[in-house]
């Protein structure tokens, strides 16, 4: 069975960068598609980026041109580059996996999530 497991989070001043990873196991992750999503406190979960098996990516508005998603085959592992991070960017941020067809930034119908890492950007 597919693990997920997020890493990188941390506390970063406005204008820093972090860089998040949702390491597998248990399966390899190369067919999959892969989607990253946050939750700030008292707001629901939003799409942040995916990537498909082929490498097709996609941004929600709010962080397009300074987020990048990418993906290490070898490695089972995808990559969530953060730079000119902002206050609002502060949340728990998900990757979750499927190897079903989604729409991207969609929640539904990804099968399998990692715990979550904390982000928090200060002012």
């Known amino acids: 069975q597919l693990q997920l497991v997020e890493s990188g989070g941390g506390l970063v001043h406005v204008g820093g960068s972090l860089r998040l990873s949702c390491a597998a196991s248990?399966?390899?992750?190369?067919?999959?598609?892969v989607g990253w999503f946050r939750q700030a406190p008292g707001k629901e979960r939003e799409g942040v980026s995916s990537i498909s098996s082929d490498g097709n990516s996609y941004y929600a508005d709010s962080v397009k041109g300074r987020f990048t998603i990418s993906r290490d085959n070898a490695k089972n592992t995808v990559y969530l580059q953060m730079n000119s991070l902002k206050p609002e960017d502060t949340a728990v941020y998900y990757c979750?996996?499927?190897?079903?067809?989604?729409?991207?930034?969609?929640?539904?119908?990804?099968?399998?999530w990692g715990q979550g890492t904390q982000v928090t950007v200060s002012s």
């Open positions: 979750a996996a499927t190897r079903g067809v989604v729409v991207p930034l969609g929640q539904q119908g990804y099968t399998y």
């Open positions: 248990g399966v390899t992750l190369d067919s999959y598609v």
